[in-house]
């Protein structure tokens, strides 16, 4: 039985369309990250093509880095009573999936994005997914900022992704990203690292840093055993 089932998995990857079709959903199943290779050209059109290409949000939202990032998360939403998540660049939906928000509303600049959402929690009440341009001003307690950053190639994209960021928060935002400026090597590529904190003072002078938290797994060269990501914790000055 196993030797006739091994010749049919065989005989299927050598149809072209089927075998296909049968290896996406292998990946899927296995929750294997999928990084194509896409040229980058602007960083909306970049997400756009990889998921398109049947890629993922990357490594960092899988395995450990992804139930780290839960921990943190599920614990603060817990400790500090937060009725309401709000994520801009919500990615493929495999961290939230490990969330637990009371309620939640996720934006992407990828429609590819927001319908592997809609299709992978359709039935669950307390999640709402819709792409970036649909964004109309809506405001939750918390707004979250994963692994989002650092992908900001354009400066006017940065800071409208920031502005947008901060005004849509009514108590707390929390950024996972990295805070250097050093892009040796990423020349050219969808990453390029900032430090996003000195935004802050001048631009959104009501919001101060809280808390701190490093990565469990700090990056030593190699981005599938560390990241180069941690925690900042923002909070109005009221809520200080």
């Known amino acids: 039985m196993l030797r006739i089932f091994m010749q049919i998995k065989a005989l299927i990857k050598r149809i072209p369309v089927v075998g296909s079709l049968a290896q996406k959903l292998s990946r899927t199943l296995h929750r294997e990250p999928a990084v194509p290779v896409v ?13 398109a290409s049947g890629g993922n949000s990357g490594v960092g939202s899988y ?41 939640y ?9 927001v319908e592997m959402y809609r299709l992978r929690f359709a039935g669950d009440p307390t999640k709402s997914f819709a792409n970036l341009d649909q964004y109309k001003g ?8 994963l692994d989002v950053i650092y992908h900001l ?7 409208r992704y920031m502005r947008t960021l901060f005004d849509a928060s ?6 996972y990203s990295s805070n250097s400026d050093d892009n040796h090597g990423y020349e050219g590529t969808h990453v390029r690292h900032r430090i996003f904190t000195q935004w802050l003072p ?9 808390q701190h938290v490093p990565n469990r797994y700090p990056y030593q060269g190699d981005y599938t055993q560390g990241s180069f990501a941690d925690f ?4 109005r000055r009221t809520e200080v």
Do not use: H
Not at 107 to 113: E, G, H
């Open 170 to 175: 009514t108590r707390y935002v929390i950024i």
């Open 39 to 51: 040229p980058f050209r602007t960083s909306p059109d970049y997400w756009e093509t990889r998921y």
């Open 63 to 103: 395995g450990k880095f992804s139930e780290f990032k839960a921990e943190v998360l599920n614990r603060f939403v817990k400790d500090r009573a937060i009725r309401s998540v709000m994520e801009f660049g919500c990615g493929d939906g495999n961290q939230l999936s490990l969330a637990v928000y009371p309620r």
């Open 232 to 235: 900042y914790v923002y909070g």
């Open 138 to 145: 809506e405001q939750a307690e918390l707004v979250l900022s």
């Open 105 to 113: 509303s996720g934006y992407d600049v990828s429609n590819m994005a």
């Open 153 to 159: 190639v354009e400066d006017d994209v940065f800071d």
């Open 202 to 210: 001048e631009n959104r002078p009501s919001w101060t840093l809280i």
